[in-house]
């Protein structure tokens, strides 16, 4: 079958909320609004602000805008991986910050806890399984780089992580391009992206927050001892405000530089029948990736779908954001040829969705929080893709940050510094097109890197999805 024909009565909209139990929208703001905390955005970062801004004083006035609706955008579009580690992967996060590592785990660890914790709190039914994560090596250079990998986490105490040869790894999930894997046994759990921002949504209305979609933030300004957003048809004057706009321009233009919005993509099959999961095993329904530069991440649905994304990593000239962006025809179509490369086995199954997205890229891969106007906003930005756990963190840190307030969660390195902002144009798009190529590069050459990559290397500037 030609990987191309699996796609042809294919659904171009995402998986996750193509779904009839969708809430319906919220009205737009009319007027003038005053409340003590403003969220700007609607996903996750800003879902969780708001719903622990009211945990921590119910009496707090919380309004909350979103420029189309709540979970439209990356956070109902990604994998529905809820990693733990916040600082994307374990492995980034000891080359970047060795000194705080055990505590950066360890604060991941009980970040996912809270969020599990939450769920059964607000009765969010999410899909949530705890089932761990297997990066994959399908080279043979990678299998002596996750067997590093695995020795390196041990030294440093970071236990959780199981080193699998190919047979091994084969008996969890079966594909002759696999040849070693280590599994993160706790630190990752699969969900259903859009019901759980669904069910954040309703459980700030449960707590009493405003929430007003179809209104976008068009622009910032002090006004006295607070801060006011213009919307389309009116005003909100609040004491503090929270920007949870991720990858779309942030109403302080000099954290802009600092983003790289960049388009992923993903399919989902048809549900699996018995004997086609049978031929995959995949009994404990782990999330998969791979280790390459270019990487595939793929997982079991909840109704035994397979969902299949990553590999490409499209940047638009200027970064620009475009509905017509969503979809990317080449791109399905490789993602498509690379699922029967991987699972010769399931030929013939068909894909029923495919979808992209848009990315908040930063060039250290992980979140970079602060404030502006004087300490009255607060910010998170650059997940870089690994949001679905992190940004509860994040939640929590810009709360902190807005009370003035030195917690744990405030004081690493991590959190008190940026990355390295990226170039202006033309300068960027040319960096971000060589980075591409020395990536694919690097992956068809044992894994060994150029000069250009070496060079990033050094200054800690990287790209990535």
């Known amino acids: 079958m030609n990987p191309a024909r699996a796609l042809s009565d294919t659904t171009l909209r995402p998986y996750w909320l193509d779904d009839p139990g969708r809430p319906g929208p919220r009205p737009a703001l009319v007027g003038d609004e005053h409340c003590d905390l403003l969220v700007v955005g609607g996903g996750y970062s800003g879902l969780w602000t708001a719903l622990n801004a009211k945990e921590r004083d119910p009496g707090r ?13 990356a956070s109902g579009r990604n994998g529905g991986f809820c990693a733990a580690s916040l600082t994307h992967g374990t ?7 060795p000194d705080e590592i055990g505590l950066l ?24 399984e705890r089932t761990g994560e297997i990066e994959i090596a399908t080279a043979p250079h990678q299998v002596d780089e996750l067997r590093g990998t695995a020795e390196e986490f041990a030294a440093h105490g970071l236990t959780g992580h199981t080193y699998l040869d190919r047979d091994a790894l084969r008996a969890e999930v079966d594909s002759p391009t696999f040849l070693a894997g280590l599994w993160d046994r ?11 921002a669904w069910g954040l949504r309703r459980a700030c209305l449960e707590l009493g927050v405003r929430l007003y979609e179809h209104t976008p933030g068009s622009e910032l300004s002090s006004r006295g001892a607070g801060v006011a957003v213009r919307t389309p048809y009116g005003r909100v ?14 109403l302080v233009k000099r954290l802009r530089p600092y983003i790289a919005p960049v388009y992923d993509y993903a399919l989902v099959t048809e549900p699996l029948t018995d004997g086609q999961l049978a031929a995959v095993g995949w009994r404990r329904r782990q999330g998969l990736s791979d280790y390459a530069n270019h990487f595939h991440y793929f ?21 620009e954001i475009r509905a017509e962006y969503d979809h990317n025809p080449d791109t399905y179509r490789r993602l498509a040829e690379h699922f029967f490369h991987c699972f010769p086995q399931l030929e013939g199954v068909r894909f029923s969705h495919a979808w992209g997205g848009v ?12 404030t502006a106007h004087g300490g009255r906003v607060a910010y998170a930005l650059g997940y870089t893709g690994l949001g679905v756990g992190a940004t509860r963190f994040g939640a929590d840190v810009m709360l902190d940050l807005l009370a003035g307030e030195r917690t744990e969660r405030t004081a690493p390195e991590m959190v008190r510094t940026k990355p390295l902002p990226f170039p202006p144009e033309p300068v960027r798009s040319v960096g971000i097109g060589l980075t591409q190529w020395s990536m694919t590069r690097a992956d068809e050459n044992g894994g060994r890197r150029n000069l250009w990559l070496r060079a990033m290397d050094r200054v800690g500037l990287g790209f990535d999805s």
């Open 91 to 97: 492995g980034n996060g000891l080359a970047r910050w």
């Open 359 to 370: 990315i908040d890229t930063c060039s250290r891969f992980s979140a970079f929080f602060g």
């Open 237 to 250: 004057f609040a004491r503090q405000a929270v920007l949870a706009t991720n990858a779309f321009p942030s």
């Open 186 to 196: 706790t630190g990752v759990a699969m969900l259903h992206p859009a019901k759980l």
């Open 105 to 128: 785990e360890d604060l991941g660890r009980r970040n996912l806890d809270g969020i599990e914790a939450a769920l059964e709190r607000h009765g969010i039914d999410c899909d949530f």
């Open 61 to 73: 006035d919380v309004v909350l805008i979103e420029a189309e609706e709540c979970g439209w955008a």
């Open 299 to 319: 997982r079991l649905t909840a109704d035994r779908r397979v969902l299949w994304g990553g590999y490409d990593v499209v940047y638009h000239y200027g970064g």
